[in-house]
C-alpha cells in the first residue's frame, strides 16, 4: 500500500462534504480496511445536520463499514483479503468505560468511535466515506462470509444492536412478549433478534409515515404492526394478547412521548430499554410509575461483540436480509446518501442507505 492515497468525502462544516485524498499510511501499527460498503444511520445524519454533541469538524462521517483487510499489522488477526465488518466503538481496554464494559471509551474526546473521530488526528481516516479505513490496534473485527453482498453486510451493524437491545439487556426469557416502539432499522433488527431468541409475541408500533415499514415488519415475523396515529397501542396489544407486554423497547427517532408510552404500556415489573436520544432536551418527568410499577429501565447505547458475533452468523443465513438496504449510493453521491436517511428525498420504501464503493 505504499504511497497509496484514499478517496473521502470530508465533512468540513454541517451538510458540506468536500472532495479530498488523504494517504493511507503504511507506517502504523493497525491496518488498513478496503472499504467496500459503509451504512448510514441516523447518528450519521445528527453529524451531517450538526445536531451531534461535541462533535469536532472536519471529519469523514460512517461508523457502519463492510471491507477487505488491505493491510494486517500484528494486531490484526484476519489475512489480507478477508472481508470483515468493524465495530464502531473502539475500546482500548485501560479506562474505567473499558473496564466496566460501557460502549464509550474515555481515550479520546468527543468520541472513540468510527465516524465522529476529527481528521486531524492521524491518520485522518476514521470514517466509512473513504476508500480506506485505518483498523486502530484497538479495532474489534468480525469476519463475514463472501457469500453476503456487501451493501447487505452493513446491516450486520443494525442486527448487532437489535440483539443487544432485544435480547441481551432485558435478558429477554423465551416465551416473553415484547413491544417495540419504532420500525426503523434497528427496530426490524430487534424484531429479528427476539424473535430468533424465542419471544412469544414481538409488536412493532410505529408512524402513518412507517407504512412501508411496518408492512416489511408483518413479513419479518411481527404478531402486530400497529401505526399509532390511527390506532390506540394499548387497546390493539390488549386485544391481541390481553396482557401488557414483559419488555417494551423504545427505538424511536427523537419522540420524548414515547417513553411515556413505553413506561404506561409494559407490565408491572417489567423491563423498558430506551435506545433512542431525545435531543438533550428538558421534559418533565414522572418517577412516581417506576416506583409503582417496580420496572427496571436500561439505556442502551451500540452493540456488544456478542451482538456482532450473532449478527454475523445470522446475516449469512437469513435471506430475509438482502430485502433491508432499500437505497444504495456512490462515494460521490454522499451528500444524497444522508438526505435519503435524513428521509429528505422521500420516505417511499426507506428502510436503510448504504454507499458502496
Excluded at 505504499?2 to 507506517?27: C, D, I, K, Y
Excluded at 485522518?124 to 462470509?145: K, N
Excluded at 407504512?211 to 390493539?236: F, N, Q, S
Excluded at 423498558?272 to 412516581?288: E, P, Q, W
Amino acid at each position: 500500500m505504499e504511497g497509496t492515497n484514499a478517496r473521502a468525502m470530508m465533512l468540513v462544516e454541517p451538510r458540506q462534504f468536500s472532495p479530498t485524498e488523504l494517504p493511507a499510511s503504511p507506517g502504523l501499527n493497525g491496518g488498513w480496511l478496503a472499504v467496500e460498503a459503509t451504512g448510514i444511520s441516523g447518528a450519521d445524519v445528527q453529524v451531517w445536520k450538526g445536531e451531534a454533541k461535541d462533535v469536532v469538524y472536519p471529519l469523514i462521517p460512517g461508523h457502519e463499514v463492510v471491507g477487505r483487510i488491505a493491510r494486517a499489522g500484528p494486531t490484526i488477526p484476519y489475512p489480507v483479503g478477508t472481508r470483515v465488518v468493524v465495530e464502531p466503538r473502539i475500546h482500548c481496554g485501560e479506562c474505567h468505560r473499558c473496564k466496566l464494559n460501557l460502549a464509550t471509551c474515555a481515550r479520546r474526546r468527543p468520541s472513540n468511535s468510527y465516524g465522529f473521530i476529527p481528521s486531524i488526528e492521524p491518520p485522518g481516516l476514521w470514517g466509512g466515506l473513504a476508500e480506506f479505513l485505518y483498523i486502530d490496534p484497538a479495532a474489534r473485527l468480525h469476519q463475514l462470509t463472501d457469500d453476503v453482498p456487501a451493501e447487505v453486510g452493513t446491516f450486520v451493524h443494525p442486527l448487532a444492536a437489535g440483539h443487544t437491545w432485544a435480547v441481551e439487556l432485558p435478558s429477554l426469557q423465551e416465551g416473553e412478549n415484547v413491544l417495540i416502539l419504532g420500525p426503523g432499522p434497528r427496530g426490524l433488527a430487534s424484531l429479528i433478534a427476539a424473535k430468533a431468541a424465542g419471544a412469544g409475541w414481538v409488536g412493532v408500533a410505529g408512524l402513518s409515515h412507517d407504512r412501508d415499514r411496518l408492512e416489511l415488519a408483518k413479513r419479518l415475523g411481527a404478531d402486530l404492526a400497529i401505526d399509532a396515529e390511527r390506532e390506540d397501542v394499548g387497546g390493539a396489544i390488549a386485544e391481541a394478547i390481553g396482557r401488557r407486554p414483559d419488555i417494551v423497547l423504545d427505538v424511536t427517532s427523537d419522540d420524548p412521548e414515547a417513553l411515556f408510552t413505553a413506561l404506561d404500556l409494559v407490565r408491572s415489573g417489567g423491563r423498558v430499554i430506551l435506545a433512542s436520544t431525545k435531543g438533550n432536551r428538558a421534559f418533565h418527568f414522572i418517577s412516581d410509575v417506576l416506583v409503582a410499577k417496580q420496572l427496571t429501565i436500561k439505556g442502551a447505547m451500540g452493540a456488544t461483540t456478542v451482538g456482532y458475533q450473532w449478527a454475523a452468523r445470522q446475516i449469512d443465513t437469513d435471506p430475509r436480509i438482502d430485502d433491508l438496504v432499500s437505497h444504495q449510493f456512490p462515494l460521490s453521491e454522499a451528500s444524497r446518501a444522508l438526505q435519503a436517511a435524513a428521509g429528505l428525498l422521500g420516505r417511499e420504501e426507506l428502510i436503510s442507505v448504504a454507499v458502496t464503493f
